[in-house]
Structures are given as C-alpha cells and as structure tokens.
C-alpha cells in the first residue's frame, strides 16, 4: 500500500503538493506538523502538513520527504482552514499564507543563512556532537548556507539540528538585524540583615552617631518602609530624605544598606493597584450592558465611544469575564506605538498573563510568543498585537478586541496576502465560535453601516471619561494669515501664543504634520527644474538632517545638488513642508523648549516607539511633531494643545476615502488634546475653513459625515453599497503593459455585467522602473462576490497563458481600500 501527504509549500503556489511516505511516518504524521522536502532539482523546503491520504497524483511521481521536524504539531486545523479562507477570499496563493503567518526561523531553506548570535555563552558541553561540528564551524566562518552544514555534517537533513541550535539560542537566520536595547533597571535598596529585628534601629543609630546625614537617610528609610510596605526606590529615599545619592553609596559601603536592582517597563500606567477592581462610569457601564446583550444574538458588536471616553476600561472588564472562562483573548492593535502604553496597562490587571506579538519581534522571539499560546495557554492568555498576531495558533479563543478599527494600517497592503486584518478576525472568531469588539471614536463607514443595519450590534458612549470637556477647537485662516503677515514660517501668530501659554504653564504639546522629511519639493527658482526619482515617476524628499533627497517609494538617493541638475543655477528653494522642517522651525521660535520628532525616520529601531512615548510621558519632551502615528489612541495626561499645521493636504487625496479619513485623522489627534482634568486646547491651520469635513470636526459630528459620505458612495457606486477588487499591472515596457492592460479590460467587460473602471494611469504611475495601470472592478452587494471573483480568476489565468503578456505581474487587492 501506498501512503501520501499533501503539504503546503512556503512559496507562491497556489495549490497543494503530494509527497510520499511509509507507513510508520503516516501513522506518525499528523496535520500541522513541518516536513523538510525537497523541491526543483536541488532545493530543500519546509512544508506544512494539511492531510494525509492514500491517492497516487495523476499528473507527477511523489518524491519522498527527507524529514519530518516536528514530534507535535505546530499548527492547528481551525488556523490552516482560516488560512484557507484568507487564500480564497483575497485571491492569493495559499503559499503566501502560509509564509506570512509562520515566523521564518519556523521556514529553513536551503539558501537559508546561519550565523552565531552575538554575545551568548555558548556551554559547549551541553551540545550534542552534531551541534558542536556546526558551533565549530562558525567559530571560523561568519555565516554558513545550509549546504555547506550538509557537507560538515555529511548527511542530506540537517534541519532538525539547526532547528535544535535556534531553540537553543544558539544560532540566529542571516535576515535577522540585532538591536542593542538595555531593558530599565531600577536601582532598591534595603536594610542589611545583621540590622533586622527589633533592635536594629538602635544599633545603627549608636553605630551612626557622628554621622548626622547618615542618620537622616536611615530615619528616612524607616519611615518609608513603614508607609509603603513595598521595595524602595534609591530615587524615591533620595528625595524624601532631600540628600544626595553620594551619602546612600558611603552606608552601601559600611554595609548598612544592600542595594539591587529590579526591571520594569519604562512606561508604566500609573493608575490603581492590580488588587483594585475597575470601577465604571454610568456611561461605560451602560455600553458594557449593551455589548454584553448584543452578544447574545451577535458575533460582533461596535463600541462607538469618544476620544477619551475610556474604551480601553471597558475592554478590559470584558477581557476579565472572558478569562473567568478559561478562554484566550487576542486584542488587535493598528500600530506598534500603542502596544507601550496598553501592555503596561493590561499587565497592571493581568500580570505576566499578556504576550506581545508584532513584526519588530525578532526571529526567536515570535517562536518562543508562538509556543507560549500553542503550549502553555495560560502564559498567553491574554495576546497583544498587530494584524499578523491573527495566525498565532490560538487553543480556545474566546474574545477579539479590535482597538481603532477604521485604522487603514489594518489592511495589509504588500506582499500578499493583502487581507484586512479587521475582516479576517471577524472570519477567525467565526471558526473558534468566539466574539468581536470593534473599538474606535471614528469607526469605518462599512462598520457603522454594518452597525445601523442591525449586522453588528452598537453601543455608544457620547461623553469624555470623569465629564472631562471635550476639546476647544479654534480654526486659523492661513490664507488671511499669510496675507495679513501674521505668519513665522509655517505658524500663525494664534498657535505660536497658544504654545508660549501651554509651555509657559509647564503643559505639554503636540504637533501633527502628515509628511515626514524636511521638504516634499526642491525647486530651481530660474528653470523650475525639480529633482526626480531616477527609478520612480515621483519627486526627490528633501532630508535637512542627512543633507539628501530621498525618494520614499525605491530609497534612491542623492545628496542636496549645490546648483540646478537642468540648468546650473544656483538658485535652488524648498517647496512644502514636512515634520523635520515643523521641528527646525521650533528650535528657532522656542530655543528653550524640548522639542521631539516622532515619524518613519525616528523609529526605525525595534524600540524607537517606545524611546520616544517614554521621554515625552515622562515630559522630557514639551513639543512632540509627528505624522499620523500621533493620531492613533495614545494617552498623555498633560498635553493641553495640539496643532494640525495644515488640514488641507489630507483632504485632496485622488481618493473616495480622502474625506472620511480626514475627518478621522483631525478628530483623532484632536483627542489627544486635554484628557485630564482642564479642557483641551486645538488649533486647526487650513486654508479652506469652511469646508465641510473641517467643520464637521469642529463640531464633532460623525454623524453628518457618515451620512454626507454614504450618500456619495452610493451614487458613484463605493463600499458598503459596492465592493472594489483592484488590478494592478506593472511590466517596464511601457507599450506591452498598455496593450496587455486594454486586453484585459475588454476581456472583463465581455465577462462580467458589472462596472469595471480602467485601465487607469495612477497618480504616480512608475515605480521602480515598472510602469503601472490600475483597473477597478465593482461588485454590487446583490451579486455573488464567490462567482465573480471565479470568473475574475480564469480571466487572469486566460491572460497569464497569452504568451506576450506573460512578463507582465498582475497582482489582485480584495475589498481594496
């Protein structure tokens, strides 16, 4: 009898492979678990196992695996069937996947790169002798290809002991970049053990007689010590006893105080003890009663609450009745930034319960995050991350809090899979039969319209947390401005007074501009000549910091030309503006002040975020100016003013969103302002105050957005009336790709009686030296989106088999937004 596999591959196949096995590794095997098998003439994969059969393949010989790498398995069957769902809703491969949801160190290849990881003792003798031949040849060699440790090793698998060498900590994948980030250390102090009992504070008031500085810190301690009932900080004693650290070194040193030291985050949420049970307003209790009935009846329901009106309360209320239950919890974040502030907050409730997720998690600990939820359920009960936490193999899931859910960081947008991260989970706690909170002060226009139409259920919370007043928010004409000469630069005299009052006061500000870099344009003011990207149809960034121009589509760069490129003059000025030029202008309008910079170019590094959130919540920042990473749920209780520099640039995107999104982004960084006791303070810059999304800010009124939005949409046919799936066709001959392009639309138009936009040249219609065409295709709610999308999918295969055509990459976003 034969025996069979049907594997995954971790490549962009849209089907499934076939592989032989014998009979003891078919009893062995179990779906979810790695093989190593091989692929091509020469190649090594790692598969994932979705079944086991007995079926000889028609079309080709099953080659046998060369090993299997697991003795469990690693995935579960409700992730490869929510994977399965993901493949064939966003019309991708199931290959794409598969690669997107594993951590790579869990993908060996056979061009894989191995390197030892820097700075770990290596205990050679606990190696096996396999182990030690590989450490060895690292020793002498920086890194090794997976052929080479085959040659070492002299046998063709070698998977499993890499793969033994990497959960050791031993080895690390050559795509791994390591960041040097020391975790905060807090430095305690307690009393020495020959001073403890009753007559230790006589002994060492005897002992310190002559020393009367001495005595204070001692006396000092005490009464600490007997207040707090917890460690004391070296900080906290200094300052109670008002002395210098000098004099607690001098009673380390005459061995009256033991000093240590304790880890913490460097945010923390310093709010009630973790013994303390939240205690809701009347308005969050009132929305917590509602969600808990629409869950009876519905799998999702949406939590339509005001900046600051404290959501994240009751996120947490009905985290804990979920983990009563003994079920998991995933609590899905749009951006890295907002993981800081919320997992010191959830651990101050759930303690080491938490796990964090995301992609600036390295190699190993995205695997040790995958086994904590996969084995010990209970260490991860509670998992904090971004849309690719979603593939975590989750036990028993039981709630999915979707936190900012408009956020459009939600929709993954290349490579693929370019699924909705929203939309996914909802699909996800579907097959775990396990509920969905959507959470956000300005939901998506598909949510509330879901909402409205009785699909989600709906609670709503129109007041601030403790009747905190919402913001003031004051419009400037900077058009008059400009003409009045009440201008510095890009500030209106208004927000420049309304600063020096918020600093004066020691109170804290934030600045919101929508464009990173220095300047969007470097003009010739004799030919007006622009420098251009070499490989991209866009305009060159000025950087002031590095001096260059940087393209923010391919990274070309260049340094800053002293003279024209197109006519040699020197006469070269900046156009526009970005958050480094908004900081430069603040050095000169505010030399005192403590000025940060928060955008792409700032938090690079796996830590950068919380660098930046640490310094500016521990107000070592009193002007923060940042892109739309501000706008997102963050928490500062002394920012008093923020300043939006220019409304206008994100309301005349070539985009049917470009209104909603404006009104999201305003109101969200509008939020940030006054959220303790005194009211906030905004400052919107535009030239265009009486436009109607900039009002409707103004007035908060979602509402009047939501429906002055949805009736356009429904006349030119957008979501929620219509769904889009977007084509997108690039080739570098820019000919082939017009020709290609109207063979395409055609052949749609033919096959498909629905609207079908294109093929469209887009803004910027060049990137990386490829051209690009765009074609959109409309689905009506009342058609089936399964049958066209089938129908879209021969069409692709009719167009990739047409042999002039096949050079040219299609690549298909679902639901593109």
């Not at 039969?433 to 989600?456: C, H, M, R």
């Not at 510095?488 to 309304?498: A, K, T």
């Not at 049958?787 to 679902?814: E, H, M, R």
Request: net charge neutral.
């Amino acid at each position: 009898m034969l025996f069979f596999v049907e594997v995954i591959m971790p490549l962009s196949l849209a089907k499934t492979f076939t592989y032989s096995v014998s009979e003891a590794e078919y009893h062995f095997i179990k779906k979810g678990m790695r093989l190593a098998v091989p692929f091509g003439k020469n190649k090594i994969y790692t598969a994932l196992v979705i079944d086991t059969h007995q079926n000889r393949p028609s079309l080709y010989e099953a080659k046998e695996i060369h090993q299997i790498l697991d003795e469990k398995p690693i995935v579960n069957e409700k992730q490869i069937a929510h994977w399965q769902w993901i493949a064939t809703y966003y019309m991708c491969a199931i290959g794409d996947v598969y690669r997107a949801a594993m951590p790579s160190a869990f993908l060996l290849e056979s061009e894989s790169l191995i390197m030892q990881k820097p700075d770990v003792f290596v205990d050679e003798a606990t190696l096996t002798d396999e182990e030690y031949l590989v450490y060895q040849a690292l020793q002498l060699q920086s890194s090794l290809k997976i052929q080479e440790i085959s040659a070492i090793l002299n046998k063709k698998t070698v998977f499993p002991v890499i793969q033994k060498m990497i959960d050791k900590n031993i080895i690390i994948l050559e795509e791994e970049i390591q960041e040097s980030y020391k975790p905060k250390l807090v430095r305690y102090i307690r009393l020495h053990s020959k001073y403890e009992g009753n007559e230790g504070l006589s002994q060492l008031l005897e002992f310190l007689k002559n020393a009367a500085k001495q005595k204070e810190i001692v006396l000092a301690y005490f009464q600490l010590s007997a207040v707090e009932k917890k460690p004391i900080a070296v900080k906290k004693l200094v300052e109670t006893a008002n002395t210098s650290t000098a004099i607690v070194k001098a009673l380390i040193e005459k061995e009256v105080f033991e000093e240590y030291y304790i880890q913490v985050d460097r945010v923390q949420f310093k709010g009630k003890a973790s013994e303390d049970a939240i205690v809701l307003s009347e308005a969050q209790q009132n929305a917590f009663d509602t969600i808990q009935t629409s869950f009876e009846t519905k799998e999702v329901s949406l939590l339509h609450g005001v900046t600051s009106s404290g959501k994240t309360e009751i996120y947490i209320k009905l985290i804990e009745h979920y983990l009563e239950t003994g079920k998991q919890v995933l609590y899905l974040l749009p951006e890295i930034a907002l993981s800081t502030q919320l997992v010191s907050r959830l651990r101050t409730y759930f303690g080491d319960k938490v796990a964090v997720f995301n992609s600036k998690y390295n190699n190993n600990e995205r695997v040790e995050v995958w086994n904590q939820v996969l084995h010990q359920a209970a260490k991860a009960q509670i998992v904090i991350g971004s849309r690719s936490s979603l593939f975590l193999p989750f036990q028993d899931l039981g709630l999915l809090v979707i936190d900012e859910e408009h956020e459009q960081t939600f929709k993954q947008m290349d490579p693929a899979p370019r699924y909705h991260a929203r939309d996914a989970a909802i699909v996800l706690a579907h097959f775990y039969k396990a509920k969905v909170l959507l959470g956000s002060a300005t939901p998506s226009i598909e949510t509330y319209f879901n909402a409205q139409n009785e699909k989600y259920g709906l609670a709503t919370i129109t007041e601030r947390f403790g009747k905190v007043m919402m913001p003031e928010i004051e419009l400037v004409d900077i058009k008059d401005k400009y003409f009045r000469k009440q201008m510095s630069g890009h500030f209106s005299d208004v927000l420049i007074e309304r600063i020096t009052t918020a600093i004066s006061l020691g109170e804290q500000v934030i600045l919101f501009q929508n464009r990173r870099g220095y300047s969007p344009l470097l003009e010739c003011m004799t030919c007006g000549h622009v420098p251009q990207c070499q490989q991209c149809d866009v305009s060159l960034t000025y950087h002031k910091h590095k001096n260059q121009l940087r393209c923010h589509y391919c990274g070309y760069s260049i340094a800053k030309p002293v003279s024209c490129h197109n006519c040699s003059s020197i006469d070269l000025t900046t156009k526009g503006f970005g958050t480094e030029q908004i900081q430069q202008e603040l050095i000169h309008l505010f030399p005192s002040a403590k000025i940060g910079r928060m955008d792409q170019d700032t938090t690079r590094g796996k830590f950068g975020f919380e660098k930046i959130i640490d310094s500016f919540k521990n107000q070592e920042i009193d002007i923060l100016v940042g892109t739309q990473m501000l706008a997102k749920g963050l928490d500062f209780e002394n920012v008093s003013l923020v300043g939006i520099m220019n409304a206008d640039n994100m309301l005349f995107h070539p985009d049917f969103r470009a209104f909603e999104r404006s009104f999201q982004m305003m109101t969200q960084v509008a939020g940030r302002a006054g959220r303790a006791a005194k009211q906030g303070r905004v400052v919107i810059q535009t030239y265009n105050p009486n436009h109607n999304t900039i009002q409707q800010v103004t007035r908060n009124d979602y509402i009047g957005m939501y429906k002055e939005q949805l009736y356009d949409r429904k006349i030119y046919y957008y979501p929620p009336y219509f769904r889009i799936i977007k084509l997108t066709l690039k080739q570098r001959d820019y000919n082939k790709l017009n020709e290609g392009a109207k063979w395409l639309h055609s052949v749609l138009t033919q096959n498909l009686a629905i609207p079908i936009l294109g093929p469209e040249e887009p803004a910027i219609n060049r990137i990386r030296n490829e051209f690009i065409r765009t074609i959109l295709i409309k689905i009506p709610q009342e058609s089936s989106i399964n049958g066209t999308k089938k129908t879209i999918q021969k069409i692709l295969n009719s167009f990739d088999s047409v042999p002039q055509y096949k050079a040219i990459k299609v690549t298909v976003n679902v639901d593109f937004y």
